[in-house]
């Protein structure tokens, strides 16, 4: 029996990762959009996008779930995300990918706004380009600050990503629920939390590793 | 001809006029101080000079080429990079780039110009300024690894490595504990002896004298007395600059 959850539950957790990983991917970039946009001089560009950031980071992302999948069905009359699981796929990867960009993009911002103006300066008087001064001088610095913030969000979406079986999205905790139906029992359920901390203990690991590496300045 | 000519600078922030019309020229090979209390307009000169700040009137002449006149506007973006190469900046906080070397913090600038070739001439060059600034066993270390006065010498090495007509420097021994101001301080005194141009806003009065051709009291946005280090601290006639000089014994 240990066994047979045992593997079923690790059928469930790629649900999880998938969801977890494809997140990451889109709203790290799409997050450093979104700062750029919010610390933007035109104030016609900034507010809108810091409303949007209010609004995303103010209501529940379970909420949010829900709205983005059913709200096109029920608002316009459309099936936006297509049916069956890629659908329900497609609209919690949005619901993710959105929450998880505005609250990077919040990270981004502190970690931007932090370099000392300075360092702007000094590369100004150098004649270095706006991009050069960007890519060359600046985001280093921003990466080695926002480590472990960005390290508390993405421990944080690991155990987030739970939250999409509220539109049936078939992920771990899915899976262990399954057993109480089909078997009675309730262990399995409790046992998809050992599968949370080992994966995340990597993960800590792993972020534990990139700030000792940026550990060479100061 | 003059290196440089300043004329008519003006400069306001919000309603508050912190530049009233500075005009002042230099020359080739001359080391030139600036002098006054604080908020009497010698930081905001300096960096309107590398326009970090941009002047509300006035014009600006380096080499006989006028590179700004205010009645044509703001510069824009690239122009502005070839024009503030003219002049070279060392900070107050020096102002490092704390992820690279000292070497590279030297050849960076000169590395993104010349887009990576000749960077055997580069390196070579980063490498005999640190060594002419007494930081040959330096130059592989991180800013942080750096007392302040290191620091402040790799700052004038980097600004010197792209060989600017005027090398600037803004209060370059404020941040630094009495120790250190002399190691820095011995270093800009060899530059001189070399005839670097430099402008040097300075509250070190004793080493302004000893090592400037040219002395610039500024009182209020104005230049209140300018001359040679004899006129100006040995015999100055204006009032503000004898009251400024009575807190100075040397």
């Known amino acids: 029996m240990f066994t047979t959850v045992t593997m079923s539950l690790f059928e469930g957790f790629l649900g999880t990762l998938k969801l977890f990983s494809l997140t990451l991917l889109f709203s790290l970039p799409l997050g450093l959009i979104i700062s750029f946009g919010s610390m933007s001089k035109t104030s016609i560009v900034r507010w809108p996008i810091r409303f949007i950031i209010w609004v995303v980071r103010g209501t529940p992302l379970m909420l949010q779930l829900l709205i983005i999948f059913y709200g096109p069905g029920i608002f316009f009359g459309t099936n936006l995300w297509g049916s069956g699981d890629r659908g329900r796929f497609t609209a919690a990867l949005v619901a993710f990918v959105f929450n998880y960009a505005c609250y990077f993009s919040e990270i981004f911002r502190g970690g931007i706004q932090s370099i000392p103006t300075g360092q702007y300066e000094a590369a100004a008087v150098l004649g270095l380009t706006k991009t050069q001064t960007f890519f060359r001088i600046v985001l280093v610095q921003v990466v080695k600050r926002i480590v472990p913030p960005i390290s508390n969000e993405v421990i944080t979406l690991v155990k987030d990503t739970s939250l999409a079986r509220v539109i049936a999205f078939y992920e771990i905790i899915w899976e262990g629920e399954r057993f109480i139906k089909s078997a009675g029992i309730i262990w399995p359920l409790f046992y998809t939390g050992v599968y949370y901390l080992i994966f995340s203990g990597l993960l800590t690991l792993l972020f534990g590793y990139i700030e000792k590496k940026l550990d060479y300045f100061k | ?250």
Do not use: W
């Not at chain 2, 792209?162 to 101001?181: M, N, V």
């Not at chain 2, 005839?195 to 040219?214: L, Q, R, W």
């Open chain 2, 1 to 250: 001809m003059s290196i440089l000519e300043v004329n008519n600078l003006k400069k306001k922030f919000d309603n508050t006029e912190i530049l009233k019309g500075i005009s002042f020229d230099m020359e080739k090979g001359e080391t030139l101080s600036i002098l006054g209390s604080s908020g009497s307009g010698k930081t905001t000169l300096l960096r309107c000079l590398n326009f970090l700040e941009t002047p509300d009137e006035g014009t600006i002449t380096v080499n006989g080429n006028c590179l700004f006149d205010a009645k044509n506007g703001p510069l824009r973006d690239g122009d502005l990079r070839q024009k503030r190469l003219h002049f070279g900046m060392v900070f107050q906080q020096f102002n490092l780039f704390p992820q690279y070397t000292a070497l590279e913090n030297v050849i960076l600038a000169p590395k993104l110009q010349s887009n990576g070739s000749n960077m055997d001439e580069i390196v070579k060059n980063g490498k005999s300024l640190l060594e002419k600034m007494g930081l040959a066993d330096r130059m592989n270390n991180y800013p942080h690894q750096l007392s302040g006065g290191q620091q402040q010498r790799v700052a004038i090495a980097r600004a010197l490595a792209l060989r600017p007509d005027i090398l600037c420097f803004d209060e370059p021994t404020s941040a630094l504990d009495p120790e250190l101001t002399g190691e820095v301080l011995k270093v800009i005194r060899e530059l001189a002896t070399q005839h670097t141009t430099m402008i040097i806003v300075t509250h070190e009065i004793g080493f302004a004298k000893d090592v400037s051709d040219k002395i610039i009291f500024m009182d209020d946005g104005v230049i209140a007395e300018q001359g040679t280090p004899a006129q100006v601290i040995s015999n100055p006639t204006n009032e503000r600059t004898r009251q400024f000089l009575a807190n100075y014994i040397g």
